[in-house]
């Protein structure tokens, strides 16, 4: 009995260590640039999107969250000049938000870190961390859901059709690598 309760602490660990681990990516964004490919009010050279690109989709763009994904086809969008910089304006907010978070999270890594290197990690702590990164990510969903709207009501019919269109395009890639073998099956 005893092994199975240390193998269930273990498992336990594991996969809070893993979801903590992956909910940071959930809130991970291109990096510097925008990504998306084109230059969405920024400078091109070096800075547009594609695999090693930098702030490209190589930078975790299929790790982000919903909104994330929206606001890089937005910006692919053909935009007028108000909604490029509306567009950068959020990107920048969100960006802000993301780095007044760190410390945050840098400190919750190490009680992780700290809670794990223990012989008989608490699962009280470990669950504590867990909701308390959920709580956070849920608030910071809400925000980014509003703002992410606003941004959205500004967009032409022809724009929003173009958007949906892309989605659809997406949602259609992501099942075809799913099928092939892709990361949905690893």
């Known amino acids: 009995m005893k092994k199975t309760n240390n193998t269930s602490r273990i498992l336990l660990a594991s996969t809070l260590a893993a979801t903590m681990a992956l909910g940071g990516l959930a809130l991970a ?33 299929g790790m982000m969250n919903p909104a994330g994904k929206l606001l890089r086809l937005m910006g692919t969008l053909d935009l007028t000049e108000e909604q490029e910089v509306a567009l950068v304006r959020l990107r920048r907010e969100m960006r ?4 007044a978070n760190d410390p945050i999270r840098q400190a919750e890594q190490k009680t992780l870190a700290a809670e794990l290197a223990k012989p008989n990690p608490s699962a009280a702590v470990l669950t504590d961390l867990l909701d ?13 859901i509003d703002k992410v709207l606003k941004f959205h009501a500004t967009l032409s ?27 949905k099956n690893r």
């Open 157 to 183: 019919a022809e724009q929003k059709q173009v958007l949906a269109d892309r989605l659809t395009q997406m949602q259609d890639r992501m099942q075809q690598r799913g099928k092939r073998g892709g990361a």
């Open 132 to 144: 308390k990164r959920l709580d956070r990510q849920k608030a910071h969903g809400r925000i980014l």
């Open 96 to 99: 802000d938000f993301r780095q």
């Open 29 to 61: 964004q291109p990096g510097p640039g925008g990504g998306g490919g084109q230059c969405m009010g920024g400078d091109c050279m070096g800075m547009g999107g594609g695999p090693g690109g930098r702030g490209g989709r190589g930078m975790h763009g």
